[in-house]
């Protein structure tokens, strides 16, 4: 009963202070049921029923729905519950409510800023909250169309793959041995590296390392040198000589090299002067661009910067930068201590400490400064697996952080194109040991990484498929290699290292892993041709559910499987079940490329030229503005606003333009091949013998459009039918058009 008093009277104290705070020039009046409520929450503040605390909370905010969010007394009583909510939601391991409920504190926060006087922590917490406790969830399918990925032309940027290595002098089992010799290093890292990373301090001698760089010559390996400086130079003239003698030898070295100078520098003691950080950097470079062409020149930056300091002040500028790198570590506790108090979990979210660790975090924000023009290098990095200050081991925590770096961090930035290893300790890191050869766990999970087809080993070559992600370009669809489509989830849920990851086609378990990066290989195997539903479900330690996203998987009747982010049988039509063309029906319907009427499709009606400008028109997003001169075109006809756009894909003949009449094979296939730009002049004498001798009615094919079939064929628009004919003149079904589009223009 004392605890029951003590409760109400500390409530009414509560309430009494918020009234007579929110009075003060106020003449709006709190909702009568706010006290009952407010009774409530203080009862539940000290009980274990945190589903219930939330749901009051809300009840209290929903109370003021219909006042003013910039009213202060809405502010004042908001706001803290919002928090509060958040933290509850991150107890129950609600995630998702979790950072919908913090977005709602930042924006109240952030009024509170503006008109109570609250401190800016308040908003920093909750954004750096917001980053590290989203849960991620996305499918990424393997594909071999290799023509549009991420690709700057930079000096030995890979078109496609990642560039790796490691740092191996202070490796005792190789040091002893070999610093740099390839039959040294193999024994515990079996995978060719594509570039070795060595160091050279300013000002020493690079040929006093020679047989280190002649390893890597003996190797065919490349190098990366971090050509280390702790401060800016007046005059850095004085060095010329010396500069010049270095960029000499790796010219002459005859293998590929990148150049980092002065690392960094964002967060270095003797480079507070951006100004002249700049000059330094650029007078090297000038040099390096003279006497060592074929070195690519490295930016490379510290993954956070002093909070008196602005990346872009330090950047020299693109024309003296072929890559842009980072140094990233990832270790669980920060500086030295173990315990920071009060202030614990800010620090782990605006470093990635702790349970936030997050390598992939920790490199966003130069990626997103920089990685729209340049390839991104991780040129130095690490991952804790043993803290020296807390004198703990932190192996199994380690490895997932591990994975996430290398399995991860490429496939969510594309721009990614290199990362290295720090595998070093021997006092030089003084709070914590990266070095792979002091953890066999470590040193293996890394062998396994890298072994990685996407990790080349050869600068110059390039990696024969590529990750995309599903959804990446809205209603993209990707092709599978082969009758298989290999899948990789990326998913990161706040406070597990490891949730389980299952897959169900038709509502079937397929799969479920709890190994990141929750690899599945899905067969056409037992697949009916067709549309299948995915889904993708993400579980939490308890087993309960986090987080789910449905796909489309189709496979097409040669056997080959497609993904879609999406459920299709949201957008069916009641005439197409049975239908062949249901999957490409399904496809072009939900772009809005082709329509239905009344639940109808028709795929089986033949489609006339009225129809077809429509299509061409939105495929196109053509212009519907421009006026039209047909004389069979009224302007008050509903496709009239199309023909403008459409006609120069679709052609009138003369005055007229025959909207009412069927479209043939000849004028759709035509018109398609002209909107992908495919160029007539590439077109061969062979080629045309070739498609004159193998089908039987080319004589069929109108002159204006003979050329264009040629490159429909090549290309794989359309193909001839089993009696060798490619029937031109022959008109098309609504659910043929659908297939050809679908097959052209959004099968990635």
């Not at 409760?7 to 509560?14: G, H, K, P, Q, Y």
């Not at 202060?72 to 129950?92: G, M, N, S, W």
């Not at 690490?382 to 961090?409: C, F, I, N, P």
């Amino acid at each position: 009963m004392k605890r029951r008093v003590a409760i109400l009277l500390v409530a009414l104290l509560m309430c009494l202070q918020l009234s007579a705070q929110v009075s003060i020039g106020e003449s709006k009046k709190l909702p009568n049921e706010i006290w009952s409520l407010f009774e409530k929450e203080s009862v539940l503040d000290v009980s274990d029923d945190v589903a219930a605390s939330i749901e009051v909370r809300l009840a209290i905010i929903a109370l003021f729905d219909s006042w003013a969010d910039e009213d202060q007394q809405k502010l004042d009583i908001v706001t803290p519950r919002l928090r509060k909510i958040a933290e509850d939601y991150e107890t129950l391991k609600k995630y998702v409510a979790m950072t919908e409920t913090l977005e709602s504190y930042i924006y109240y926060a952030g009024l509170q800023e503006v008109y109570g006087g609250w401190d800016h922590d308040a908003v920093l917490w909750a954004e750096s909250k917001l980053v590290n406790s989203q849960v991620y969830l996305s499918v990424y399918a393997e594909t071999n169309v290799l023509d549009n990925a991420l690709y700057y032309g930079a000096m030995y940027e890979p078109s496609n793959g990642v560039l790796f290595g490691s740092v191996y002098d202070k490796d005792p089992r190789i040091s002893d041995v070999g610093s740099y010799e390839w039959a040294s290093i193999s024994p515990y890292f079996p995978k060719k590296n594509s570039a070795y990373l060595m160091y050279l301090e300013f000002g020493t001698e690079i040929n006093q390392f020679d047989r280190y760089y002649q390893a890597a010559v003996a190797a065919d390996t490349g190098v990366q040198l971090a050509w280390n400086a702790y401060q800016t130079y007046d005059d850095m003239s004085v060095y010329a000589d010396y500069i010049e003698r270095t960029a000499s030898y790796l010219q002459g070295l005859g293998v590929p090299v990148f150049m980092r100078y002065g690392s960094e520098m964002n967060i270095a003691e003797g480079m507070s002067d951006a100004a002249v950080y700049v000059e330094n950097y650029q007078f090297i470079a000038e040099i390096f661009r003279e006497i060592a062409p074929d070195v690519a020149l490295v930016w490379s930056v510290n993954d956070v910067t002093a909070s008196d300091r602005s990346l872009d002040a330090y950047y020299p500028g693109d024309q003296w930068v072929d890559w842009v790198g980072i140094s990233t570590y990832t270790y669980y506790y920060f500086g030295d201590k173990t315990d920071w108090g009060d202030v614990q979990e800010d620090i782990d979210n605006r470093y990635y400490t702790g349970s936030n660790a997050n390598p992939i975090s920790k490199v966003k924000e130069v990626v997103d400064a920089y990685g729209d023009r340049k390839p991104i290098m991780i040129t130095e990095s690490g991952v804790a697996h043993y803290s020296k200050v807390a004198e703990e081991d932190m192996t199994e925590w380690a490895k997932v952080q591990l994975e996430r770096q290398y399995a991860y961090m490429p496939l969510i930035y594309p721009q990614i194109k290199g990362i290295f290893y720090f595998n070093t300790d021997n006092g030089i890191t003084p709070r914590n040991s990266y070095a792979l050869y002091e953890n066999q766990v470590m040193n293996k999970a890394y062998n396994e990484l890298v072994a990685d087809d996407h990790y080349i080993s050869e600068i110059m070559s390039n990696s024969d498929s590529r990750y995309v992600a599903v959804g990446s370009v809205s209603n993209q669809s990707v092709v599978g290699i082969g009758s298989d489509i290999a899948l990789r989830t990326y998913s990161i849920v706040s406070g597990d290292l490891e949730p389980t990851v299952e897959y169900y086609i038709d509502g079937v378990l397929y799969k479920s892993t709890n190994h990141l990066p929750y690899d599945v290989n899905i067969s056409s195997d037992g697949l009916s041709t067709g549309i299948h539903d995915l889904l993708v479900q993400v579980k939490g330690a308890g087993d309960e559910i986090i987080t789910s996203q449905p796909y489309t998987l189709m496979k097409n009747e040669a056997g080959g499987l497609s993904i879609e982010k999406g459920d299709y049988n949201e957008r069916t039509f009641t005439d197409i079940d049975t239908a062949w063309s249901k999957p490409f029906v399904l496809g072009v319907a939900a772009r809005g490329i082709i329509v239905g009427s009344e639940g109808l499709f028709r795929p089986e009606d033949f489609i006339s030229r009225a129809e077809m400008t429509s299509i061409i028109s939105k495929l196109g997003e053509l212009e519907t503005d421009l006026a039209v001169n047909y004389s069979d075109v009224a302007s008050s006809a509903w496709y009239y606003k199309y023909v403008s756009g459409a006609q120069a894909y679709l052609i009138g003949y003369g005055n007229v333009y025959e909207p009412g009449r069927y479209a043939t094979r000849e004028e759709i296939i035509a018109a398609f091949v002209r909107m992908k730009g495919y160029s007539t002049a590439s077109i061969t004498s062979d080629e045309k013998d070739d498609f004159a001798d193998n089908y039987t009615d080319v004589a069929e094919i109108s002159p204006s459009f003979y050329e264009d079939m040629i490159l429909a064929v090549r290309y794989g628009i359309v193909g001839g039918y089993e009696d060798g004919s490619l029937r031109p003149k022959s008109n098309m079904k609504r659910g043929e058009v659908a297939k050809v589009i679908f097959s052209t223009f959004y099968v990635q």
